[in-house]
C-alpha cells in the first residue's frame, strides 16, 4: 500500500517561496512509470494540476505556473518537493501529493491526506 504525506508550512507570506516535501512509503519514487504530481486546490475552486517528476526524475510544469515552479527529489529519502516563488494570497490553497499513472492525463491513484497553506502577510 502505497503512502503519500505531505509536509510543510501552513502560513507563508506574500513575495516568499512555498516550499512543500511529500514522502512516500510502500513504494519507491523511482520505480517505472509512475509520476508523482503536485495538484492544489484553492478555496470554493477545483483541482489544478501543478507539475510533476517522472520516475527517470524528469520534470513537468503547468504552463501557467511553470515560471514559478520547481519540483526536485531525493531518492535516498524517497521524497519530492515543491517550491512555488513569489506566492500570493491567490496562492492560498490546499496542496496535495499525488501518484499518477501517466503524463498525459490525470490518472491518480494514491493521494496524500492533503496540507492547507494559506498565503497572508
Known amino acids: 500500500q502505497v503512502q503519500l504525506q505531505e509536509s510543510g508550512p501552513g502560513l507563508v507570506k506574500p513575495s516568499q517561496t512555498l516550499s512543500l516535501t511529500c514522502t512516500v512509503s510502500g513504494g519507491s519514487i523511482t520505480t517505472n512509470y509512475y509520476y508523482w504530481s503536485w495538484i492544489r486546490q484553492p478555496p470554493g475552486k477545483g483541482l489544478e494540476w501543478m507539475g510533476a517528476?517522472?520516475?527517470?526524475?524528469?520534470?513537468y510544469y503547468s504552463p501557467s505556473l511553470k515560471s514559478r515552479t520547481s519540483i526536485s527529489r531525493d531518492t535516498s529519502k524517497n521524497q519530492f518537493t515543491l517550491q512555488l516563488s513569489s506566492v500570493t494570497p491567490e496562492d492560498t490553497a490546499v496542496y496535495y501529493c499525488a501518484r499518477d499513472l501517466t503524463i498525459a492525463t490525470p490518472a491518480y491513484d494514491y493521494w496524500g491526506q492533503g496540507t492547507q497553506v494559506t498565503v497572508s502577510s
Open positions: 517528476i517522472a520516475y527517470s526524475g524528469s520534470t
